[in-house]
Structures are given as C-alpha cells and as structure tokens.
C-alpha cells in the first residue's frame, strides 16, 4: 500500500512538471502571468495529461493569449475550453490521432460539431488517412455560415469518396467563394462537394 502511494505521488509530480518546467525555461511565463493564473494553468496542464491529451497546443495557447496581450483570467478560461474541446476530441479519435489532428478536431467541436461525428469519419476514413485538413475545413465553412449539418455531410461525402487533400482544399476554397458572391452557405457546400468528390474510374475492359 506504501509502494503504491508513493508510485502515485511520483506520477504527480511527473504530469505536473510540464507547465512548471516550461515556466522554469520562459522568463514569459514567470514574468507576465502571476501566481494565481500560473496555479490554476498548472492544474489544467495536469488534468489534460492525465487523461492522455496532449499538452503542446495548450500551451501554444497561453503564448497567444500573452501575443494578444489577454489578461490572466482569459487565458485560463481559453486553456480550460481548449483542453475541454480537446478531450472531446481525444475520447473519439482514441489514442491513434496525432496532435494535429486533436487540434483541427477541437476547432470543429468549438465551431459547433458534435465530437461524435468526427469520431464517425475516423473510423470511416480508416487510420492510415489524416484528418487534420478535412477537420480544419469543417470548422472553416461553419464559420462562414454552413449549417453544422450541411457542412458535416458534405466533408463527410468527400472523405467518403477518398477524396485527397487537393480536393478537399480546391472544396473549401470554392465554398468559400460561393458564399462571398452571395450564394446560400448551404447549397455551396453541398453542390460544391458533388463537384469534388472523386469520380470511379471506369472499367476499361472489353467485353467479350
């Protein structure tokens, strides 16, 4: 029971060295954040590597919560939602997502899509496939108007359909197009992801 104790308190210590030596290494931390927000950015560091999220992009959200010259509290409050939204994410995807992908998934579940159907298009695409662009220009089209719905469908037509990166970039801007000379966001996404997803190649054999 001892031995366990100890191993328990060890771990402790281990997760929550990650923002202190950060601090410990970036005068900027120390020097622009004070106790009580580096306190309370420390216990959200250490709840999100417990549960397994990564800890990089959170912290690249304190350093552009200090670029824009955000004070304490609204630092935390955006750490504490990213790493909510991240987590979200993180219980769908599984361990096998990459940081990249974690990170365009939490800006799809900020932008209003439920985590669930992101967790459908992993599974969908299969593991070899990256989602990180297809979850970033989800996100992108509901934030210029798409519904959650039409949007989700229409990327998820295209992931579908294998549709490669190219594609899925030439659809983002082509919606993003449609909506600036006036097209409804809806009907852009969806006529332009008929557009984009990949045709099958035709069968060439002669028939005998």
């Not at 950060?22 to 417990?50: F, G, H, W, Y």
């Not at 935390?76 to 790493?83: D, F, K, M």
């Amino acid at each position: 029971m001892r031995m366990r104790t100890t191993c328990s308190l060890l771990t402790i210590l281990l997760i929550g060295s990650a923002f202190r030596s950060t601090e410990a290494q970036d005068p900027r931390l120390s020097n622009r954040l004070d106790a009580p927000t580096r306190k309370a950015l420390s216990a959200i560091v250490d709840s999100a590597r417990a549960q397994g999220i990564p800890v990089e992009p959170l912290m690249e959200k304190v350093y552009q919560g200090l670029a824009m010259g955000a004070d304490g509290s609204r630092i935390v409050v955006a750490v504490r939602s990213l790493t909510f939204e991240m987590g979200n994410a993180h219980r769908v995807l599984g361990a096998v997502a990459t940081t990249d992908e974690l990170k365009a998934a939490a800006s799809a579940v900020h932008a209003g899509v439920p985590a669930v159907e992101l967790g459908k298009m992993k599974k969908q695409s299969g593991l070899r496939r990256s989602l990180t662009l297809p979850f970033t220009v989800l996100a992108d089209i509901v934030s210029r108007g798409v519904p959650v719905s039409a949007a989700t469908n229409a990327i998820k037509s295209l992931v579908g359909a294998g549709a490669k990166d190219k594609d899925i970039s030439d659809f983002q801007r082509n919606v993003s197009v449609d909506i600036e000379q006036g097209a409804q966001p809806a009907a852009a996404a969806e006529t332009r992801a008929k557009g984009a997803a990949p045709t099958p190649k035709a069968d060439n054999r002669e028939h005998e």
